[in-house]
């Protein structure tokens, strides 16, 4: 489906702003070409971080047997990750045949929002819920509420710690801070000065920035890489401007700054306002199309990948198994994937960024 030309309506929505991105990359994503079999890791037992995994290769069914109606709620849609996301959701809801409504908060200080949001959704007839959870335990309650009612939910990219969910579709964020730290390891021996990092790992009470925090730092253990500032903040381009700005103004020796891909977009632009393009280098520790530009362009080393889009199409497929008895996945996630300059080339850009054109899509069927 070519999210472009998608009808988008407020019929069964809350309070959301209308929000129209139009993104521009070196080449539009294919919307309409089979995105499976694609390769995941499942987690067995499931919903526990340091389960044993194997590798597989997920291939959703063809078509829905009804018209589920299908609830989605995410914390904002305010850069091109959950754009992604939006986009990968309501591709395969019009794929499955399914009813697709979409909910976000309008940012991760929004707990509250997201909760009332979900309440309403399930409200007006929801057979199911997916949810990117503002805070790692904010939605517990309402989990178990719902799971007593028999309408499943499903875990979607950000993480949460309720053990009453029916699944999973989350990729090991772990990794993606590891592979983040490792990147910048690699560059460097162990011997020499030390190599001063800006780490900005997103808001401080997300699933994802926990994990992704610890991976990074798991990462530079035994290096001679310090991080000497660390700065938690909402993922909208006025907070991460605002965070990187204070760190450049206080600290003229930063080898790196790494952190979120708005973090990175806005660290192009000021290390260059501050004078320190040819000495502080930047690392998204995950995709937008700024931060592909940015690779491409030799202005932002390299960042990995955990295929947002992939992990929205893999939850709609897990939730249509549910509500129709079948068998399905409980805990999986796209294998996170690294890119730089070397590798750009090979970028399957519709597993991670929203085509040219997609606008925001809040109702699907």
């Known amino acids: 489906m070519n999210g472009a030309r998608t009808n988008i309506t407020r019929r069964w929505l809350g ?20 995105w499976y079999p694609f390769p995941v890791e499942v987690w067995d037992p499931p919903f526990k971080a340091d389960s044993p995994r194997t590798q597989q290769n997920y291939v959703p069914l063809e078509k829905a047997a009804k018209k589920w109606r299908i609830c989605v709620s995410i914390p904002h849609l305010k850069d091109a990750y959950w754009m992604a996301a939006n986009f990968g959701i309501a591709s395969e809801a019009k794929r499955l045949g399914v009813t697709m409504q979409l909910r976000e908060a309008g940012g991760y200080d929004h707990q509250p ?7 309403k959704c399930v409200a007006d007839g929801a057979d199911g819920v997916i949810v990117s959870a ?3 335990d904010g939605v517990n309650d309402l989990v178990a509420e719902l799971q007593a009612k028999k309408i499943p939910v499903i875990d979607m990219i950000n993480g949460m710690s309720s053990d009453k969910i029916s699944a999973k579709s989350v990729a090991a964020f772990y990794d993606v801070g590891y ?10 021996n162990k011997a020499g000065r030390k190599i001063r990092v800006a780490w900005f790992p997103g808001p401080k009470d997300a699933g994802w920035v926990k994990v992704g925090d610890a991976g990074f730092r798991a990462a530079l253990k035994g290096t001679n890489i310090e ?7 909402d993922t909208g381009k006025s907070t991460q401007g605002k965070l990187v700005e204070e760190v450049l103004k206080q600290d003229k020796n930063l080898d790196y700054i790494v952190g979120t891909s708005v973090t990175a977009e806005a660290a192009i ?17 995950y995709f ?36 129709e008895r079948k068998p399905y996945l409980k805990h999986v996630g796209p294998k996170i994937l690294v890119f730089d300059q070397q590798n750009i080339d090979n970028f399957d850009q519709s597993t991670t960024l929203p085509p040219r054109g997609f606008r925001a899509t809040f109702d699907v069927n």
Not at 181 to 188: E, L, P, S
Not at 271 to 283: L, M
Request: glycine share 10%; hydrophobic share 45%; proline share 6%.
């Open 15 to 34: 309070p959301v702003f209308s929000l129209v991105a139009t993104l521009g990359l070196a080449a539009p994503a294919v919307a309409d070409a089979p």
């Open 113 to 119: 929002v997201q909760i009332e949001q979900i309440r």
């Open 134 to 136: 503002i805070k790692y």
């Open 179 to 188: 592979q983040a730290g490792r990147y910048i390891g690699k560059r460097h």
């Open 227 to 233: 991080i000497v500032a660390t700065r938690y903040g």
């Open 269 to 285: 632009k000021l290390v260059r306002k501050h004078g320190f393009s040819k000495r502080t280098k930047i690392v998204a520790y």
């Open 288 to 323: 937008s199309p700024g931060v592909f530009r940015g690779i491409k362009r030799g202005k932002i080393l390299g960042a990995p990948t955990d295929s947002p889009a992939i992990q929205g199409r893999i939850a709609l497929d897990q939730m249509v198994r549910i509500l």
